[in-house]
């Protein structure tokens, strides 16, 4: 099934994050590692999150609807070089307390290119994750850059991390599709729990 996406709000604190009842969907990762082009091969749509080509909203948590009951977030990109200590350090606070107290987050996609070992960042991503027992997807991206045998080595390297590992190029479009349905489907137990669960004030 297709999905409505559409840009809804940049939050640069937590005070500014959406009230709302849809359950969310982080997507992380070290800048230029694929995200805003993730979003976009996702939606369908080339110009709903900017890459890296066009820089603009890179320093907020970016919110997209999907649909009636979900949200992507992007988040901004770690590891960036340029960018300054002090602003780095804001940053990287505002994604901890996002990922650590943002209540209608229910899963994290964590984006790690396919040629790199996953770092420190990368495995506190993933523990973070499971601490707060968000459904995690890992997904390497630029799959369409390596052959064969990398990916069977990649495969070792990210098993670390978690165990649904997504091979994603938005080259060739491999792994998109699988991807949309999962993500769909965080949205859709979001559905039924609402019909079926208590309701909070
Ligand atoms: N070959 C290839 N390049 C990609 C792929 N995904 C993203 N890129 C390129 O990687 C760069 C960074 O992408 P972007 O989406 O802006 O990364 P972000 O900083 O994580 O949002 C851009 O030049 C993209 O065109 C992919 O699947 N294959
Ligand atoms: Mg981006």
């Given at each position: 099934m297709k999905l409505l996406w559409s840009f809804a709000t940049a939050a640069h604190s937590l005070a500014q994050c959406p009230r709302w009842e849809r359950r969310e969907i982080a997507i992380v990762g070290?800048?230029?590692?694929g995200k805003s082009s993730l979003i976009n091969a996702l939606a369908g749509s080339k110009g709903l999150a900017r890459t890296s080509s066009t820089p603009g909203r890179t320093q907020a948590l970016n919110f997209f609807t999907v649909g009636e009951d979900l949200a992507v977030v992007d988040l901004p990109g770690f590891?960036?070089?340029?960018?300054?200590a002090e602003q780095a350090t804001k940053l990287g606070a505002l994604m901890e307390e996002f990922l650590t107290r943002r209540a209608t987050l229910a899963a994290m996609v964590l984006l790690v290119d396919i040629r790199r070992e996953p770092g420190e960042v990368e495995r506190n991503l993933a523990i973070a994750a499971a601490r707060r027992r968000l459904e995690l997807l890992v997904v390497a991206t630029k799959?369409?850059?390596?052959g064969r045998a990398e990916r069977v080595a990649a495969r070792a390297r990210l098993g670390a991390l978690g165990s649904s590992i997504n091979f994603c190029s938005v080259v060739n479009n491999e792994g998109i599709e699988p991807l949309r349905r999962a993500l769909l489907a965080v949205g859709r137990s979001a559905a039924s729990s609402r019909r079926g669960g208590p309701v909070e004030a």
């Open positions: 070290r800048s230029n590692v590891g960036y070089a340029r960018m300054p799959c369409d850059k390596v």
